[in-house]
């Protein structure tokens, strides 16, 4: 089975904090995504990597920026917390071609006070 | 861009009876379509995807979804809802570099 594993499920940090959120995939998938979910608004994607060192900006980017060193890695910083990224932020990964599914990890609900 | 609409963001059965959950998509080319559920305090896990090979297609937990092009449509349906069947149901269409454009979610309630 695929396993996407997030670092925390549970995260509090003061507005003004750099916050970073780590994301591991053991199934050599290609393409990495982090998406923030809120009610009512569904899943939002704010960027995506198809290859080490690449990365896309999705539909939210702001405020957002990503690393990916390593293919198994893909991290989310938040470069200067504020509370409106108070959110539960969830990654997943997928191989190469439009018609490949998307695993997710179990997610991290980040409160940002 | 491509785009998905779930009607209902609740909806409402009892144990034993018919779950349909709908979902039409916005395309201009065929489309690559998913359903996925997602558990309370968990992630999403896929239940079907839709590839173009059949267009009816089986999923885990008993679900189904069919593919009908003149309707833009890719509708989820089980044909007896247990006590577990209780979550979020997200459709999702793909576009390019394998991402996902999600609809809001549908959230199933099941009554005993």
């Known amino acids: 089975d695929v396993k996407v594993t997030q670092s925390s499920r549970y995260l509090v940090k003061r507005t003004g904090e750099k916050v970073f959120l780590e994301c591991v995939q053991d199934?050599?998938?290609?393409?990495m995504f982090w998406y923030r979910q809120d009610p009512g608004l569904g899943l939002r994607l704010i960027y995506f990597?198809?290859?080490?060192?690449?990365?896309e900006k999705g539909d939210i980017p702001e405020g957002y920026s990503v690393s990916r060193e390593k293919k198994e890695r893909f991290s989310l910083i938040l470069e200067s917390a504020s509370t409106n990224q108070t959110s539960m932020y969830l990654c997943?990964?997928?191989?190469?071609?439009?018609?490949?599914?998307?695993?997710f990890g179990d997610g991290t609900r980040l409160s940002i006070l | 861009a491509q785009s998905v609409t779930q009607l209902g963001s609740h909806v409402s059965v009892s144990e034993g009876a018919l779950v349909l959950l709908r979902c039409n998509y916005s395309?201009?080319?065929?489309?690559?379509l998913f359903w996925y559920v997602q558990y309370p305090n968990q992630g999403l896990q896929l239940l079907l995807k839709?590839?173009?090979?059949?267009?009816l297609v089986k999923g885990i937990n008993g679900f189904e979804a069919e593919f009908k092009k003149s309707e833009t449509s890719f509708h989820l349906t089980k044909p007896s809802a247990h006590m577990s069947d209780a979550a979020e149901y997200f459709c999702?269409?793909?576009?390019?570099?394998?991402?996902?454009?999600f609809g809001k979610g549908t959230m199933l309630l099941v009554s005993p």
């Open positions: 999702a269409v793909s576009e390019r570099y394998s991402t996902l454009t």
């Open positions: 997943a990964s997928g191989g190469a071609g439009t018609n490949q599914p998307q695993h």
């Open positions: 395309s201009s080319v065929p489309p690559y």
């Open positions: 199934m050599d998938h290609e393409n």
């Open positions: 990597s198809y290859d080490v060192k690449m990365k």
């Open positions: 839709y590839t173009s090979a059949a267009t």
